[in-house]
Structure formats: C-alpha cells, structure tokens
C-alpha cells in the first residue's frame, strides 16, 4: 500500500525535482550581468593570483634554488630607431636603452593564452598601462598589469593593455616611453622581440 504510493507519488516528484534544476540557472542567469571584460579580468586577475601561488608553492619544494624555477629572465628589444632594450627603473620609469643595463632584465609571465604580465627583475616592478596610455612600473599586480601579446606578421611582438584596449606599449625613435593610445601595431615604435642574451 505504502509502496505503491510512493510509486505513484514518485514520478510527480521527479517532474517537480527536474522543473526546478532546470529553471534554477535561467533565474540564476537573469540575475547576473553579461560577461563583460571587467569581469575577465577579474576572473584572470585570479589566474595570475593562483599562479603566483603555485610558482611560491613549488619555490618551497625540495629544489635549493626556488628561483631557477620561474620564467627565465630576457631582454624586450623594440627595433624603433636605433634599436632599444626595455627598462623599468626603481621609480617606476619605464623606457628604453640601446644597451641593456640591469634594469632591463624582465621576466614575463603567461598567465593565459595571449596575455602575459612583465615584472622587472632588478626594481621587482610590474609593468602596468594607465588608461592615459602611458606604462609605469608599480608595485601591486593589477588588471592594468595584463598585457595583450601578439605575434605580429614580421615576427615582432606588440603588447597591448588588456583593461585599455588600443593602448600599447611602445618607444620613441630616442628610446623614451611613447604614449601607447597614439600608436598603432603597425608601427617600429610598438614591434618588440623578447630576447634571452644582449
Ligand atoms: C561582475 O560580476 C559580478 C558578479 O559576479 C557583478 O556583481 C558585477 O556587477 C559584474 N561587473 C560588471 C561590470 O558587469
Ligand atoms: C626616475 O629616474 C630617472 C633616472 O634617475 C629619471 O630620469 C626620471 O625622471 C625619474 N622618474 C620619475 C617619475 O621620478
């Protein structure tokens, strides 16, 4: 008897169980936003946060040199003019120098396909993009740290603000910082090519 009402009674249950899993994520989804490129960068932002952890975790491995197992330090030449290395200096000056000086070892690291973030090794800066278009090292790891890599057609590379799109990374014919919103990948100013000896 018992039974079968459970049996009868079973089959509306599912029904209900089954309304509600499937209307739960159109509720759920009317009340959040659209993905919008704020929120990827936060969510990549926790990317870069799980990855530093992971490169600090492995750092307290058994290996007596922690520091062997991050990125390998490179140069950043930009072939505008005669040719200039990227530097981020202790006061958060970036420019560049046609002789690379200690200043001009960065290290850059993948934080997902195409978007890369580069910290000066010496000053322990990052390189980071004001929505003015200029580049500064800073101290704090920031959305406006997450750079656009792309492999152009001559084989250099232009890095682009993830969080400022159009605003690039690049130098004047002297080697000075050039404002990154007038400039354009199709320009020597923004052609970079990442380097592992000067
Ligand atoms: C990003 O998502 C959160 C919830 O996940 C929401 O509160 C916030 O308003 C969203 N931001 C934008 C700019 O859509
Ligand atoms: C940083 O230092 C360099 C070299 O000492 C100097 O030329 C530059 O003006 C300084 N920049 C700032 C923002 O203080």
Not at 32 to 51: F, M, Y
Not at 72 to 97: A, D, E, F, M, T
Not at 122 to 128: E, I, Q
Request: net charge positive; proline share 6%.
């Amino acid at each position: 008897m018992c039974l079968t009402m459970v049996s009868l009674l079973l089959p509306g249950f599912l029904l209900l169980l089954l309304f509600c899993v499937c209307h739960r994520p159109v509720g759920a989804k009317r009340q959040e936003p659209v993905a919008s490129p704020e929120n990827d960068s936060t969510r990549l932002r926790g990317l870069w946060k799980l990855h530093m952890r992971d490169s600090l975790l492995k750092g307290k491995g058994s290996s007596p040199h922690p520091i062997r197992e991050g990125p390998k330090q490179q140069l950043l030449y930009c072939r505008v003019g005669i040719g200039y290395h990227l530097q981020i200096l202790p006061n958060g000056s970036v420019g560049g120098v046609h002789k690379p000086t200690e200043y001009s070892w960065l290290k850059m690291f993948a934080i997902k396909h195409g978007v890369v973030g580069i910290k000066g090794v010496k000053s322990g800066l990052y390189l980071c993009m004001s929505g003015q278009g200029l580049a500064h090292g800073v101290e704090q790891f920031s959305d406006n740290c997450l750079l656009k890599e792309n492999l152009e057609e001559n084989h250099y590379t232009t890095y682009s603000s993830l969080s400022h799109p159009g605003i690039y990374l690049a130098l004047s014919h002297k080697g000075d910082l050039r404002k990154g919103s007038s400039v354009g990948r199709h320009q020597s100013c923004t052609h970079f090519l990442p380097r592992r000896t000067p």
